[in-house]
Nanobody, 128 residues
Framework: QVQLVESGGGSVQAGGSLRLSCVAS????????MAWFRQAPGKEREGVAV???????TYADSVKGRFTISKDNAKNTLYLQMNSLEPEDTAMYFC??????????????????????WGQGTQVTVSS
């Protein structure tokens, strides 16, 4: 089991930026999927960005062009750079590690499974 600790959430105005961080321990295998999910009150958890073992990145349509997922292998840290934030981005954001295939993590309705390790979440609030 992988321990994941997120940080970087906060409150910003619409149009602002935040960078979320997620430190994983122990170090994850290169082949694993690493992802960011979010869950707003009253809504299902949804995948917003996925990084797979070969470095490919996939984004939910709602965040394409605004969010960027990346990883620092030396620090075993996953990032989510969020720009041009909108009130609709307000949610609890979770870091996740899962087994391939990675593309299922971004599909609507996938909220994790027995194979998913989760962080505790970090709150992002965007005001208009």
């Amino acid at each position: 089991q992988v321990q994941l600790v997120e940080s970087g959430g906060g409150s910003v105005q619409a149009g602002g930026s935040l960078r979320l961080s997620c430190v994983a321990s122990p170090k994850t295998y290169q082949s694993m999927c690493m992802a960011w999910f979010r869950q707003a009150p009253g809504k299902e958890r949804e995948g917003v960005a996925v990084l797979d073992g070969d470095g490919s990145k996939t984004y939910a349509d709602s965040v394409k062009g605004r969010f960027t997922i990346s990883k620092d292998n030396a620090k075993n840290t996953l990032y989510l750079q969020m720009n041009s934030l909108e009130p609709e981005d307000t949610a609890m954001y979770f870091c996740a590690v899962d087994i391939p295939p990675c593309d299922r993590l971004i599909k609507p309705g996938y909220g994790g499974s027995w194979s998913t390790d989760w962080g505790q979440g970090t709150q992002v609030t965007v005001s208009s």
